[in-house]
């Protein structure tokens, strides 16, 4: 019953985001930022992230694209954020006739000489600012917080949420604060910046013994960039999508099903399984009262502690107790249709159109663009 009233009130909210969407329509310009593949050949460290599998599809940004036409928005797609820089610098877009801008901040990380580098994601948002353009999905201060794990996850850690024991180790530099998860954990190791599941391998779990550093450091060296390591939690891996506005909207939570391991607490989502199709797949989570309490609480506590806004996800392993602990931050989650955002909102019978039309919707709500546009 609760979660039947629940996805009433989520699904009620969430339709007026859409349909006000839909209704500006005509008044909206939306400006897709999304790498291409064709930029691995600038920084060949790149490959080794398997950036240009990372990428879009031309499939899903024909399908944003039609999405948001088909209610009358102008659409334009930028090619990494340099074009879009050149056409923020000689005004075009500031004179085109459209009252809401909106900057679709689809980057990945912060672009190094050899490879990812933390803080690239806040440069569209600070940009978007400075020309009075509304970004999704977070500030500036939330893309670059939100990609470096063990920063969030210490403050997340600081103010109470559930999250697994931390330790950041640096390339050349060894660990931070000269602190080492201790010996005989169980933990897992993967990429600080990242996400995609970059640099987790059957390797990354192992327990510490004397040859972590080494370990640890070959890591580093494959993926050309800090390692976050984390006390592993056994159990099942779930994902929330957030939605931000006039009110913080929680969608249902959905379960990872590995077809290599349905139902193995052990199993992690690597970056072998996002490589190989049909490897994932995603169904409704539904645990104690209890459980889905801490869910909402987390999420939601995340979200506002971090400052992020409009649109994000939350990643949790449910133990065999029931205690839901965060394991990482979508700050731009995947928006395709095999992505969990989406299928979460499927849940409530959302289609794609509707999906993506909500994300643009809660950018303009948590800036209230909308808001001063109509007092205009």
């Known amino acids: 019953m609760l979660a039947t009233t629940q996805d009433a009130l989520v699904r009620a909210r969430l339709r007026t985001v859409e349909k006000e969407t839909v209704d500006s329509g005509s008044d909206l310009a939306v400006y897709l930022v999304f790498d291409r593949p064709e930029r691995a050949a600038e920084r060949p460290g790149l490959a080794r992230t398997f950036f240009a599998q990372r990428c879009a ?23 990494g954020e340099q074009p879009l820089l050149a056409a923020l610098a000689e005004g075009r877009l500031q004179r085109m006739s459209q009252p809401l801008k909106v900057i679709y901040n689809g980057i990945e990380g912060g672009i190094a000489w050899d ?15 400075s020309y009075g353009m509304v970004c999704s999905n977070s500030s500036a201060y939330g893309c670059a917080l939100g990609r470096h794990k063990f ?3 210490t403050v997340l850690q600081q103010l109470g949420v559930r999250t697994p024991a931390t330790w950041h180790y640096r390339p050349s530099r060894g660990w931070a604060g000269d602190l080492a998860p201790p010996r005989g954990l169980r933990v897992i190791a993967k990429s600080t910046y990242e996400s995609w599941s970059v640099g987790v391998t059957e390797d990354s779990i192992f327990v510490v013994d004397d040859s972590c550093d080494e370990h640890v450091a070959a890591i ?29 909207l929680i969608a249902p939570p959905l379960e990872t099903i590995l077809t290599k391991a349905p139902g ?20 409704r989570f ?17 979200f506002d502690v971090l400052e992020l806004r409009a649109f994000a996800r939350m990643d949790f392993r449910v133990d065999d107790d029931g205690r839901a602990w965060v394991t990482d931050v979508g ?10 955002a989406f299928l979460s909102l499927a849940e409530l019978g959302f289609d794609y159109r509707g999906f993506l039309h909500i994300v643009i919707g809660a950018t303009l709500a948590s800036s209230r663009a909308r808001t001063r546009y109509r007092a205009t």
Not at 228 to 233: D, G, N, R, S, Y
Not at 331 to 340: A, H, I, L, N, Q
């Open 151 to 153: 920063h969030y996850f």
């Open 264 to 283: 193995d607490p052990d199993a992690v989502t690597t970056i072998d399984d996002n490589l190989v199709d049909r490897a994932i797949d995603h169904r």
């Open 220 to 248: 580093a060296d494959t993926i050309g960039q800090a390692v976050t390591v984390q006390q592993f939690i056994s159990g099942t891996e779930v994902g929330v999508p957030v939605f931000g506005g006039p009110d913080l």
């Open 331 to 340: 700050v731009s989650p995947g928006m395709s249709t095999e992505d969990v």
């Open 286 to 302: 539904v645990g104690a009262p209890e459980t889905m309490a801490e869910l909402f609480a987390f999420t939601a506590c995340a």
């Open 57 to 79: 599809t031309d499939r899903e940004l024909s399908e944003m694209i039609t999405a948001f036409r088909s209610i009358g928005a102008y659409v334009e797609l930028f090619h």
């Open 115 to 129: 490879g990812f580098a933390p803080g690239r994601k806040a440069l569209i948002p600070a940009v978007a600012d």
